[in-house]
């Protein structure tokens, strides 16, 4: 008698899945295949993104891998002996925005 009751017991489930795939067969069939309206613009749109997301990624590639060929160092090519780091460079740039700003500001005074 156990072995009865296991025996259905292991096909019920079995056969309520095979019912509801039948009763199902006829709604989708593929989730990636839009069946509304609203999805089938969500899909297109979200196909331009990756198209468009693709096209900038290849276009970064092709330009850096031009860039590595065109600009890398040669075997006769020198070392830059002129260093441009150190905080010489940006306190040179701020007091000449500094000079430019006031001279803005002068003319300004001058114009009332």
């Not at 198209?51 to 890398?72: K, N, P």
């Not at 306190?91 to 500001?105: A, G, T, Y």
């Amino acid at each position: 008698m156990s072995s009865r009751v296991l025996s259905y017991g292991t096909r019920a489930p079995a056969l309520l899945a095979g019912a509801v795939c039948a009763v199902a067969r006829d709604q989708i069939t593929n989730i990636f295949e839009p069946l509304s309206t609203p999805a089938d613009s969500v899909y297109r749109a979200a196909l331009l993104a990756l198209a468009v997301c693709a096209a900038i990624f290849l276009t970064v590639v092709v330009l850096l891998i031009y860039a590595i060929g065109r600009f890398r160092r040669r075997p006769g090519d020198q070392e830059n002996d002129k260093k441009l780091y150190g905080p010489y460079h940006a306190n040179f740039l701020e007091s000449h925005i500094e000079r430019c700003l006031d001279r803005v500001r002068w003319a300004r005074r001058e114009a009332d």
